[in-house]
């Protein structure tokens, strides 16, 4: 299938852009099936808007005491830790995940 460059509006700023077809095969090759509906500046914009929502403004998380079940050092994980459910220190835990993987 032969791509041709296509002029698009932007949904966002009404400005029309290019989807060229290099981008239309890259989209094919991914298996996208729908057109960009913002220009690269746009994207962009919304991008590094997401990344500031997300990252910077989050609450820092909430950290609850816990006892490691293997070696007894007392730790601090990000969930409520459940009496049925043993819980790792960061050194436990991870060295148990190294066992597994090999």
Do not use: H, I, W
Request: aromatic residues 10%; proline residues 6%; charged residues 30%.
């Amino acid at each position: 299938m032969a791509f041709q460059d296509k002029v698009l509006t932007c949904r966002d700023c009404g400005k029309e852009f290019v989807f060229t077809a290099g981008e239309q095969e890259f989209y094919a090759e991914k298996g996208f099936t729908n057109e960009p509906s913002r220009c690269r500046e746009c994207r962009q914009a919304r991008k590094q808007a997401n990344a500031t929502r997300t990252g910077a403004g989050r609450a820092p998380r909430e950290m609850y005491d816990a006892v490691c079940a293997n070696c007894g050092q007392p730790t601090q994980v990000p969930f409520k830790p459940r009496n049925d459910r043993p819980v790792y220190c960061r050194e436990c835990y991870q060295a148990m995940q190294a066992a597994t993987v090999r």
